[in-house]
């Protein structure tokens, strides 16, 4: 879709000058931030266009505010991915008499809450900063770790409530203002500063993986596991340290205006807009399935035999060739529009799920596949909430998120334990059903963010005369840009 097409409302535009579609990048609760970018002179007047451009866009203080935003998602993002190392160790030696769904299910906790919390979490940072919110998940997630390095035997129920519980409500905490804080800091170079710090967490997803292999054999699960929390207690000292909001806490409070709520923080108007209700289930659909792979690609690899030297490696694959792909599809996106990335993108996954994974039967197959999985699935997590942005009026924007984030949090939560249902037995069968799942939901959610396209373009438009919430003013916008030959990117 076009420019035009963006949902923003007349007093967006009259505040915000036009530098160009946000990036795929700016994920999460990033666009939260933009409301915060420059405090106003007094707390109860709307920021001017001038205030909107007074931020440092570089600096000492900035670049130290993405260090610690970088370190904040390599603790908690970069662990959960790297929980694939938990489920094979807790299926083999701590948890043999659990199911592959139950395990997986403690797994899926992590990031249900760190989507469902984050619905109000970025609420809170709106109204608090990050003074609270770092310093209370920095010291959650690492006693959540400790914890579990003392879990015995057998005992899900204790794994469940230290490694599922805890550390997914405390890396909640701690993920969405460690993203937010930096609109208050960047603008024009926001995109290259939210890529570097979402890669935090695709780093994570490397080391920390072969901080586990290597520990375990050598001193065992509890002290790896202790290991692990100190290296993240390291860089969440960090984190607290350098991480911090330009405004004072009394002014962005008053901005926020009504308190911290679950009302407040999400928006259920947007689903009468048939791109957002589409993109919202295609979401769902895509999410179901998005983590089946980084859970069980190493329980696979063992199935088929492949020498445990490269097995516990491909996580660690898989999330670095997630790197680059958490940061160049926001820059396309910006010329092309996020539909136009993320489509092609899904179903891509989609081809490797059916036509790579599935009949993967050597080391090669399957290490080709991981990496090449791990290098088009990061833009689902970054072109989601830009898709979003570009449809959403700019007021309502942090709302439209959160309920968007609702949905992708239930999808997170019952997607891999229903893998792990499909996968009762480690044999050919069960691992056809799983692969044949993931990509057949894979597929249906590629089709429904295509149709979300199609219902927003401007052809639809005129066909339908349906010009959505902008009505009228929208459809002269669209009409103006495509009599002067101008294809603004938004799709």
Known sequence: MADAEKHL????????????????????????????????LHPEDPPSTKDLDDVPDGGKEAWTVVLGSSLALFASAG???????????????????????TIAFIGSLQIFFLYFIGTLTGRIFDVYGTKYLIPTGSVISVFSLMMTSLCQK????????AH????????????????????????KRRALAIGLTTGGSA??????????????????FPWAVRIVAFVLLAALVVSCVTIRARFPEGRSRARAGAGVSFRTAVDLGGFRDARYALA?????????????????IQIYADFRGVPPHIAKYLLAIMNAANVPSRILPGYIADK??????????????????????????????????????????????????????????????????????????????????????????????HFQRLIIFCGAIS???????????????????????????GGDSERREVEKEVAGGVEKPGM
Not at 164 to 187: D, E, K, S, T, Y
Not at 203 to 216: D, F, N, Q, Y
Not at 443 to 469: D, E, I, K, S, Y
Request: negative net charge.
């Open 164 to 187: 599922g519980v805890l550390f997914g409500f405390g890396i909640a905490l701690l993920f969405n203002p460690a993203v937010a804080v930096l609109g208050h800091w960047f603008r």
């Open 154 to 161: 057998d005992q899900a129920y204790q794994v469940f409530l």
């Open 280 to 296: 919202s289930v295609g979401a769902f659909l895509l999410l179901y399935g998005f983590f089946i792979p980084y859970f069980y």
């Open 203 to 220: 780093s994570g997803g490397v080391v920390l993986p072969i901080i586990l292999e290597k520990l375990i054999p050598a001193v065992g």
């Open 336 to 429: 092309t529009g996020p539909l136009k990335v993320f489509v092609p993108a899904a179903a891509i996954c989609s081809v490797l799920l059916l036509g790579l994974w599935l009949p993967s039967r050597n080391s090669a197959s399957i290490v080709a596949f991981a990496a090449l999985y791990g290098l088009f699935s990061g833009a689902f997590v970054s072109l989601l909430p830009t898709y979003i942005a570009s449809i959403s009026p700019r007021e309502k924007l942090g709302a439209r998120l959160g309920s968007v984030y609702m949905v992708v949090a239930v999808a997170s939560l019952v997607g891999t334990p229903t893998g792990g249902a499909l996968l009762k037995e480690r044999d050919e069968a």
């Open 79 to 101: 662990m959960v991915n790297t929980y694939g190392t938990f489920q094979d160790y807790y299926e083999a030696t701590l948890l043999p008499s659990s199911s592959s769904s």
């Open 443 to 469: 597929v249906a959610g590629t089709v429904a963010m295509a149709l979300a396209g199609a219902v927003g373009a401007p052809w639809f438009c005129r066909l339908t005369g349906r010009w959505g919430p």
């Open 9 to 40: 409302g007349a007093q967006a535009r009259e505040v915000e000058p036009e530098d160009g579609d946000k990036s795929g990048i700016e994920t999460e609760t990033a666009t939260i931030a933009e409301s915060l970018a420059v405090p106003a």
